[in-house]
């Protein structure tokens, strides 16, 4: 009796060990704790001793749990690879399918953006400029103004004042400046930058555009009380000479304003070319004359005058195309009893 109860116990054991043995399936841990518990079962009930049947049932029972063990992990492992290890339950698969918890993945603010605009683009001077610079903050912090500078080719014709240097702007506030141009005697359109520069590498740029408007003096001569006159020996050097009355105008300005004289050329072609400086006035009377002195082939011929107001452009005018009057006269032939005698022009 007592032989066959060891050898159903042992049979037993052995069992139990095996099916602990095979189902250790997890890895690391989990697979070394039920190789060895395989390995220990079938000693730990067929040994020779007290409360063999005892040690049976407990091998038993952690048969069973490591039974449970390897179907939870064969389920779990299924569900996760989408195969078909054990048929596993529903409740089950569903819970394991759904750990861990899905986690909102964290975002990292983005950095504060301190930008400047500026306004107009581009900004013109004739020579009064037609309106202020207007810098704008239009980032999502306060932005700083480091430097405004002018910059460009026609740099040293523009200036700009300094009321937003070194300010901070608060988000959508406005600072405004005014731009010079002072031409300095330049002609032609000047041309330059005004540069601004703030924090975090911000720059922005306004054009320039400078032009020096033509003066409001203007220097002119007319045909009004224009006259010819042909006077007797002796008027210029001892000679007979053609006496040509004109009038010089001056508009936009004062005599005051004028550098001094102005010079004007008269030339006759035949004959002789003279230049004379004038006193001009603001009014519409007064003439000017200028002799032309006349050879003896001079006479009993028709001549070709040219009057020119300012022949070599030394005063800045509006316009230049009113400093030239021509006409013709023609002189006699000489007559034996020298008179004065108005001719035709």
């Known amino acids: 009796m007592n032989a066959s109860v060891g050898l159903g116990l ?30 220990a079962i079938p000693p730990f009930v067929s040994t020779v001793g007290r409360w063999r049947p005892v040690r049976a049932g407990l ?4 048969t069973v749990v490591a039974a449970l063990l390897t179907y939870s992990g064969s389920v779990g492992v299924g569900a996760a690879t989408n195969s078909k290890i054990v048929p596993p339950p529903t409740e089950l698969v569903e819970e394991i399918k759904t750990w861990p918890a899905k986690r909102t993945p964290t975002t990292t603010p983005p950095s504060p953006l301190r930008l400047l605009e500026a306004m107009p683009a581009k900004l013109s001077c004739r020579p009064v400029c037609d309106s202020k610079v207007t810098i704008k903050s239009t980032g999502t912090a306060p932005a700083h103004v480091d430097t405004v500078d002018v910059d460009g080719q026609g740099k ?6 300094d009321e937003c240097v070194g300010k901070t702007l608060e988000p959508g506030d406005e600072c405004s400046f005014e731009v010079t141009f002072k031409p300095a005697g330049a002609t032609g359109t000047q041309t330059g930058q005004v540069v601004i520069r703030g924090d975090q590498g911000n720059e922005t740029k306004v054009e320039l555009s400078g032009t020096q408007p033509p003066p409001l003096l203007d220097l002119g001569v007319s045909s009004q009380g224009l ?4 006077q ?3 008027t210029v050097d001892g000679r007979e000479a053609l006496q040509v009355f ?5 508009t936009g300005a004062t005599p005051e304003q004028l550098p001094g004289l ?13 230049t004379v400086n004038t006193a ?16 003896a082939l001079d006479y009993g011929r028709r001549h070709s005058v040219t009057v020119t107001v300012d022949p070599g452009h030394k005063i800045a005018e509006r316009s230049e195309t009113n400093n030239v009057l021509r006409f013709r006269v023609t002189i006699p032939a000489k007559a034996p009893a020298p008179r004065t005698t108005e001719l035709s022009c």
């Open 10 to 39: 042992a049979v037993v054991g052995a069992v139990c060990g095996t099916v602990a043995g095979s189902l250790a399936t997890e890895q690391s841990v989990v697979r070394l704790v039920g190789l060895c518990l395989g390995a």
């Open 59 to 62: 091998a038993v029972l952690i």
């Open 156 to 161: 040293a014709k523009f200036t700009r004042t």
């Open 227 to 230: 006259s010819c006159v042909l």
């Open 232 to 234: 007797p020996g002796g």
């Open 246 to 250: 004109f009038h010089v105008s001056l």
């Open 262 to 274: 102005v010079p004007v050329k008269v030339t006759s072609v035949p004959g002789a070319t003279v």
């Open 280 to 295: 001009v006035s603001g009014s519409s009377t007064g003439s000017t004359v200028a002799a032309l002195p006349l050879s």
